[in-house]
């Protein structure tokens, strides 16, 4: 051997002593994950990215951390990435690869669930629109088009991790990752050809060697090697399909989403950790908060529809940023303790002891692991004392004690010892804000349409999601000599609508989330000779599930009628010649821009901002507060629209009343999202987050259009505090 083959050979070996140490192994056995050969018993917690903002994510995952979690599970979120075919966006709120790192520099690990359908309550599931749109396209089942377009999509991304070393197998922080979501619930919809899809998928993330393991959550079939996982309030109930996969709960969900008209949903944390402790007791290995800081649907992004811009979630860490109390630390104490627990709980199986008619010792005792037990009492009423190991125990009802030495109970799940935090939204230490407003201008909304046919056309067939808002226009002729003031009963599949006749606002009607579709039925006022109807359609936010959702209909889609018109009795419109609009003036001319700002005249005072006016957008400059505590912006006096700071869409807005059951709340007992409710007969949302990072010290400028009429002069910006 040369001299230059002698060094040559040295650093080849170099490389692969360098490769050996740095690179991680991820496997898993009926226990659990085997990361680096040490099974081990994970907690996660689910952080969306484009929910919250890149100034805000190191804070995020740092709280994670202390929190006790060991992973951060996050969705890839298709639709932002990729907006229109084949060009992608990874910048900004979209940069993944840089939430990836942050999350592997605080030495944890994660969960990439790539989907990349992710449902998660976002426009349309996470998939494009323009998806719908290409030929032969039925999401999630067995055709090409679909596939070839889901395929390359995770390629990508899967590719992008790759180029980074993100998966442990290369030494980074990623150790699992999901394929599709919650399939198995939408399989029967889609028979054979549904079966086929999800084993090509499974097939094809497989494939794609990314050297750690694949999930698939609640998909009973999951084929091997992936994971079947389970998503829910409880899931000791849980098994996966083959003994030798580990018990894997991918959403553990801490709370609830809200949705527009419907009151505020709170999962009480004793009854969270107590649903977390009989999964592992059972044997779970991997739990994941879903949420763990739920965040924001900022701009148009929030799914539905009628789902709110806060997701909040209630979640142990809030909207803004701020630790939940009592949730986050009673978490954080459970973690220590099971953390305690870990080696016993992987390496013994359970022995499970009856220790009354509702109370029961899980054992998890073995030479090498020592010994951990959890001691639970489902009663939910009486607390039971009950005797294990010669000693007494106190548990409360519906509660779990952790004793990780089997014989000192550290924790219970319903002993909580944190003071609840008190949140208050103050005054922000500001001027109050002098407005100025531009209001539409609809006298030639038809005239100036692109569109016009004979019929009713399907919402997001016209506007493909370029806007909210779709302009119907129609005229009717009424020969009579006097007035007329017929029923208008217009037919709408979803989701709002503000009816104008001859350009006067003339009222508005509304869906819901479980009953998107509704009928506006009012008189209206006709003039003799030609009327203009022009009927502003609203969507609020696109399905995110269910089989076949991307074929759910918006907008009108009739019948259109009049009805008790003098002499002809009722006209049916829905035939009749209609012209369409997409979207306001407001958003052609860019208004929410600082660039587009001065193409319209804006009308200066504080008169005409008081005044309830339709379809009026607002502006007003301001210096940045003051402090560092999180921002929002009170909306409590305005009705239903969108608001803007310095070009970014903080989200839609609506201050529609809560209607709910806001009993007062018991923890024990099983959790559906319909009990401890709260702001029943308030507005669902009236605060607005407002990043920080969105602000310059000064001259900001914050844009609201309104679309019924609401006292501007009455939005505020407040500040998060907790006393
Ligand atoms: C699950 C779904 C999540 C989310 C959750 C409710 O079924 O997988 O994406 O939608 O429900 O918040």
Redesign the pocket.
């Known amino acids: 051997m040369t001299a230059k083959e002698w060094v040559l050979l040295r650093l080849v070996l170099i490389l692969v002593t360098f490769q050996h140490i740095h690179c991680g192994s991820v496997s898993y056995d009926g226990k659990s994950l085997i990361i680096n050969g040490q099974r081990r018993i994970l907690v996660s917690g689910s952080i969306h990215y484009p929910r919250s903002t890149p100034e805000m994510w190191e804070d995020l995952i740092e709280k994670a951390k202390d929190g006790g979690l060991d992973a951060i599970d996050t ?1 890839v979120f298709w639709n932002i990435h990729e907006p229109t075919p084949g060009n992608y966006d990874f910048e900004g709120r979209n940069d993944l690869v840089r939430f990836v790192k942050l999350i592997q520099n605080a030495g944890m690990f994660v969960h990439l669930r790539i989907g990349p359908f ?4 976002w426009k349309f599931g996470g998939i494009p629109v323009w998806l719908k749109y290409v030929s032969g396209s039925t999401f999630r089942s067995n055709n090409e088009p679909f596939k070839r377009a889901m395929q390359g999509f995770v390629q990508k991304i899967v590719q992008m991790m790759k180029d980074e070393n993100l998966f442990q197998s290369q030494g980074g922080p990623i150790i699992l990752s999901q394929i599709e ?2 399939y198995g ?1 939408a399989s029967k919809a889609y028979g054979a050809a549904g079966h086929d899809y999800m084993t090509w998928a499974a097939t094809m993330a497989v494939n794609l060697n990314t050297g750690v393991p694949w999930v698939m ?2 998909e009973d079939d999951a084929p091997d090697p992936v994971i079947n996982t389970c ?1 829910g309030f409880y899931c000791d109930y849980f098994t996966p399909n083959k003994p030798y996969k580990p018990i894997m709960w991918t ?1 553990a ?1 801490s709370g ?2 809200e949705e527009f008209g419907s009151a505020i949903h709170h999962r009480p944390v004793e009854d969270l950790a107590f649903a977390v402790a009989r999964f592992i007791q059972k044997g779970g290995s991997f739990v994941n908060y ?1 949420m763990y800081h739920g965040g924001t649907n900022f701009g148009r992004t929030a799914g539905g529809p009628f789902l709110t811009t806060s997701y909040d ?1 209630d979640a142990p860490i809030d909207e803004y940023g701020l630790t939940r109390q009592p949730k986050y630390d009673h978490l954080k104490e459970f973690h220590k303790a099971i953390k305690l627990s870990e080696r016993a709980l992987v390496n013994a199986n359970q022995t499970v002891i009856q220790l009354g008619s509702y109370q029961e010792a899980h054992i998890f005792s073995s030479t090498s692991g020592g010994c951990a037990a959890f001691l639970s009492n489902f009663h939910l009423n009486s607390s039971a004392t009950v005797t294990f190991n010669n000693m007494h125990y106190q548990l409360p009802p519906w509660s779990a004690s952790i004793l990780p030495d089997c014989k000192n109970a550290v924790f219970n799940t319903a002993m909580v010892g944190v003071k609840t935090s008190e949140v208050q939204m103050l005054p922000a230490d500001m001027p109050t804000l002098s407005w100025e407003t531009f209001t539409e201008d609809i006298s030639n909304l038809d005239t100036d349409s692109k569109l016009t046919v004979n019929r009713l056309l399907e919402q997001l067939d016209v506007t493909r999601d370029s806007s909210d808002y779709l302009w119907y226009i129609t005229s009717v002729e009424i020969s009579s000599n006097g007035g007329q003031q017929p029923v208008l009963a217009v037919n709408s599949a979803g989701h709002a609508l503000h009816v104008f006749i001859n350009g006067k606002y003339s009222g508005s009607a509304h869906g819901t989330k479980e009953h998107p579709q509704f009928t506006f039925t009012a008189r209206v006022s006709l003039q003799p000779g030609v009327n203009k109807i022009s009927l502003l359609s609203v969507a609020i936010g696109l399905w ?2 269910g089989p076949h959702y991307e074929t759910s209909k918006t907008g009108i889609v009739g019948p259109v009628g009049l009805h008790g018109l003098d002499n002809v009795g009722s006209l049916d419109l829905s035939t009749q010649k209609w012209s369409y609009q997409v979207g306001l003036q407001g958003e052609a001319m860019n208004l929410v821009s600082p660039t587009g700002t001065s193409s319209v005249h804006w009308v200066e005072g504080s008169l005409q901002v008081a005044q309830p006016q339709p379809l009026t957008w607002y502006k007003s400059y301001f210096n940045s507060p003051g402090g560092n505590e999180p921002l929002g912006l009170d909306m409590g006096s305005m009705v239903k629209g969108e608001v803007w700071i310095n070009g970014q869409s903080i989200g839609r807005y609506w201050t529609i009343t809560a209607a709910g059951d806001c009993e007062p709340c018991r923890y024990e007992g099983a959790y559906r999202s319909p009990k401890c409710q709260s702001g029943c007969g308030q507005p669902t949302q009236r605060w607005y987050h407002v990043p920080r990072s969105w602000l310059k010290p000064t001259g900001n400028v914050v844009v609201v259009f309104e679309e019924i009429g609401g006292d501007a002069s009455r939005i505020s910006f407040v500040k998060r505090t907790l006393a």
Not at 118 to 121: A, D, M, N
Request: aromatic share 32%; net charge negative.
């Open positions: 969705y992710i449902c998660g309550e979501n919650e619930l959550c609640k998503n959403e969900w609830w989403f879903y979630y995110n599930d």
